[in-house]
């Protein structure tokens, strides 16, 4: 639930919430559980701030629910963590000894907001609820980025999830020390972008981002795209063109959107979690990190950027190794770039009638589920290009629907089904012996079967005599 939804209610939640806990004085939930609580949101976790002892307290609040006590991280910093069924349960000491220190230690105000367990009242000493119910994200201290500078991120993630704009000096703030961000360990910057990607809003918070430096400081390979000027069919820089094409990306995934976008979304919508939907606006963000290093002019003038997809591929695993990222996740970031060019080329055959159904058939082998990422990512891409929708841009968004459409009601069903030879049919029936030929052979005969081209044993089996007796080498 977002705070633009209704108005803050009354405390009502908050004390519903307090039959979960044992009622002991000097217990208050804390940050991010009592914000979601009063915006009528269930919270992931909750963090609770314990005056006494937090091992003694997360030791009842596990008999209480059947869980038991986790000790997490160092002596210093050390919290106490419960998981009950559904429930996530953090136990920690007051920092400063009092809880209105403690919520005048923490980031921004909408998240130093408590509740008295015991007392059964909200202690905000910073004002959190009066900027919660005006969608503000205010920092509690000025020094509140210096202490942790992965607070200005979070800013933005906080401004995106809840639709909250940032106040000016707390902007001003993040603006005055980007660079810090780069002392964050590279997994905790990987964690904040990849929970901020995923809402409506993102790109309005990209765009913020790099206007502060922010961005930039965290990806620099970003920055020379705002000087990348590009070809006849390109209305802006890259820079431009990398956030228009991230916003058309959004209405694309966005199911009220009318029209092509739509019709697209109700072919692809099923593959879309929240983390696979924020991986490929990410993916369309670095798409053409490339271009400034394969810019070219030609004689006549003309601006090329050859092989820019695969140089930009290879800078994003640059990005990667140095965020953290996952190798699942690497490799989704790795080949979608790589790919994004291929519906673009098929389409151009398209229109040339010259596409066979070989070539679209290998263009799915090749993707595998992957594909209709691609085609969402092409199809944005596309319409990042121009300021105002062309013909060709309806054209290419129909054809994208066409290929997904394709996927799923021809290529998925028949790819499901057993090959029609293996290597031991190739011994058997041919004398061959076993080498990287078979690997050729099968993928060739696989090819043909999943374009239509044969559908049964006799008809692969001539397929490969055809293929021996010309001496060709076999293609995919």
């Known amino acids: 639930m977002q705070p633009s939804d209704r108005k803050i209610p009354t405390d009502n939640r908050l004390r519903e919430s307090a039959r979960l806990f044992p009622p002991e004085k000097g217990v208050f939930l804390v940050g991010g559980c009592v914000r979601d609580l009063l915006i009528g949101r269930p919270p992931a976790d909750y963090d609770l701030a314990v005056a006494g002892d937090p091992a003694a307290y997360a030791g009842q609040l596990a008999q209480k629910h059947g869980g038991r006590p986790v000790a997490i991280g160092p002596e210093r910093h050390r919290i106490f963590r419960v998981t009950a069924g559904d429930r996530l349960f953090d136990v920690s000491p007051l920092a400063g000894g009092t809880i209105t220190a403690d919520l005048k230690a923490r980031d921004f105000t909408i998240d130093a907001i408590a509740f008295d367990l015991a007392g059964q009242v909200v202690v905000d000493p910073e004002n959190g609820r009066a ?145 696979r939907a924020g991986l490929l606006k990410l993916a369309l963000l670095l798409h053409d990190l490339g271009k400034p290093a394969t810019r070219s002019v030609d004689a006549a003038g003309r601006v090329h950027f050859y092989g820019h997809e695969h140089r930009g591929a290879d800078i994003s695993e640059d990005i990667c190794r140095r965020l953290k990222f996952s190798r699942r ?30 070539a679209v058939t290998r263009f799915f082998v090749q993707c595998g589920t992957w594909m209709p990422d691609i085609l969402l990512h092409a199809a944005a891409d596309f319409a990042g290009k121009q300021a105002e929708p062309k013909a060709d841009l309806e054209a290419f968004t129909s054809f994208t629907v066409d290929l997904i459409d394709r996927y799923r009601n021809i290529h998925a069903p028949r790819a499901a089904k057993p090959g029609l030879l293996t290597g031991r049919d190739l011994i058997t029936a041919f004398g061959l012996t076993p080498s990287p030929l078979f690997k050729k052979i099968l993928a060739r005969v696989e090819t043909a079967r999943l374009a239509g081209e044969i559908s049964d044993r006799q008809q692969a089996l001539d397929l490969v005599r055809r293929m021996l007796d010309r001496r060709d080498t076999p293609q995919s």
């Open 329 to 358: 996740e690497t490799r989704y970031l790795y080949g979608i770039i790589r790919r994004h060019l291929r519906p673009l080329l098929l389409f151009n055959l398209y229109t040339e009638n010259r596409l066979s159904d070989r």
């Open 131 to 275: 900027d919660l119910e005006n969608r503000v994200i205010r920092m509690v201290a000025p020094d509140a980025f210096r202490k942790d500078p992965l607070r200005q991120l979070r800013a933005f993630r906080l401004g995106t999830q809840f639709r909250c704009r940032i106040e000016t000096q707390t902007l001003l703030a993040i603006k005055s020390g980007t660079a810090d961000i780069r002392l964050c360990a590279g997994e905790r910057v990987r964690a904040e972008l990849l929970k901020m990607l995923p809402f409506k809003g993102a790109v309005d918070a990209l765009a913020r981002m790099a206007e502060c430096g922010l961005l930039f400081a965290i990806i620099p390979e970003l920055a020379p795209l705002q000087a990348c000027r590009q070809n006849t069919h390109h209305q802006f820089d890259a820079w431009t063109h990398t956030l228009a094409a991230v916003g058309h990306l959004e209405g694309l995934i966005d199911p009220g959107l009318a029209g092509a976008g739509r019709n697209l979304l109700g072919q692809a919508a099923a593959l879309y979690s929240r983390g």
